[in-house]
Each structure stands twice: as structure tokens, then as C-alpha cells.
């Protein structure tokens, strides 16, 4: 599920979002991943939290700018990306 309402339009916010999955605050289930992605129909981006099986458990919008300077923060985590 891609909440339409919520864009994440900053490195913090993303950083933010990251640690609130890492840490559980969001009370998410058998997390196993998380991706930046684009969506194949509208081509918006997004970051993606996946589950085992690589299904999206939950997503948030992104902007242009966050998709293209957030990769080594998806990639590497908020607490090693510094």
C-alpha cells in the first residue's frame, strides 16, 4: 500500500522513515527489506518496504530530487550512510 497523501520530499524525512521501519515503530511485520522503486504505471517513485517474499508491505512517495540523492541511504541504512 502507497499512502497517496504522504510524499517524502527530503533526505531527512527519508532517514526518518528509514529508522521508523529499522526500529519497528511502524508496526510492520516480518520486514525484510527496503528499495527505492518506480511504479510501473504512473512512474512516480517510491520507497518500497518489502516482506520474504519481496511483496511491498508499505511504500511512500518520493520526489524526483529524494529518488535520485537517497540511493546510498536506502542502500547502506541511515546509521552507516553518514
Given at each position: ?9 527530503n ?49 511512500r ?22
Amino acid at each position: 500500500m502507497i499512502d497517496d497523501n504522504n510524499v517524502i520530499d527530503n533526505l531527512a524525512e527519508l532517514e526518518s522513515f528509514l529508522l521508523g521501519v529499522e526500529n519497528g515503530l511502524l508496526g510492520l511485520q516480518n520486514v525484510e527489506g527496503v528499495a527505492l522503486a518506480t511504479h510501473n504505471a504512473s512512474g512516480r517513485h517510491f520507497v518500497a518496504v518489502l516482506d520474504d517474499k519481496h511483496q511491498l508491505i508499505l511504500g511512500r512517495w518520493v520526489t524526483e530530487e529524494v529518488f535520485k540523492t537517497g540511493q546510498d541511504l536506502v542502500r547502506l541504512g541511515p546509521k552507516k550512510a553518514h
